[in-house]
């Protein structure tokens, strides 16, 4: 059995969902999210990022860390935010001596629900379907929990 950590990086909420996988099956260990201060500059949110992330490592002991890769956004400020989110989410699971995979979001769609252009609420419904879950998690929750179980289907686990 292997607990995997996934992350959908965002600079005001950071979504994260811990699963466990084991041959071919799916466990909800966990989910939830990473507010940040926006009122306060970037780097103090990209600080709080660190810490939560790192919080939530402690608390659930994943082994791996699955991360959602930056897309291509309409405003390149925007996408260098989600950039600096997403390197201080990898550096907590680094400091915690995890290895870490990138999935591009069409990649994560495809292993979630067999559609590269899936949207939002398929996702949410497939997310929880596969996990058996009685209600649904948040957006960024739901989005972080696919990250999770893109990587336990890549690995075959």
Do not use: W
């Not at 260990?29 to 402690?58: H, M, S, W």
């Not at 659930?60 to 956004?73: Q, R, Y």
């Not at 990898?90 to 979001?105: E, K, L, R, S, W």
């Amino acid at each position: 059995m292997e607990r995997i950590l996934g992350i959908d990086p965002g600079s005001r909420v950071t979504g994260y969902g811990v699963i466990e996988a084991d041959r071919g099956r799916l466990y909800f260990v966990a989910c939830g999210v990473v507010k940040t201060t926006v009122k306060y500059p970037l780097n103090f949110r990209l600080n709080e990022i660190f810490d939560g992330i790192n919080e939530v490592i402690q608390v659930h002991n994943p082994v791996v860390t699955a991360v959602e890769d930056v897309f291509l956004a309409d405003n390149p400020r925007s996408a260098l935010k989600l950039g600096q989110a997403r390197g201080a989410a990898i550096v907590a699971a680094m400091q915690n001596g995890m290895q870490v995979f990138d999935y591009t979001p069409r990649t994560i769609k495809q292993a979630v629900s067999g559609y590269g252009q899936a949207e939002k609420g398929q996702m949410q419904h497939m997310v929880r379907m596969l996990l058996n879950l009685s209600g649904t998690p948040s957006s960024d929750a739901s989005d972080a929990l696919a990250v999770a179980i893109c990587h336990a289907n890549q690995l075959n686990l």
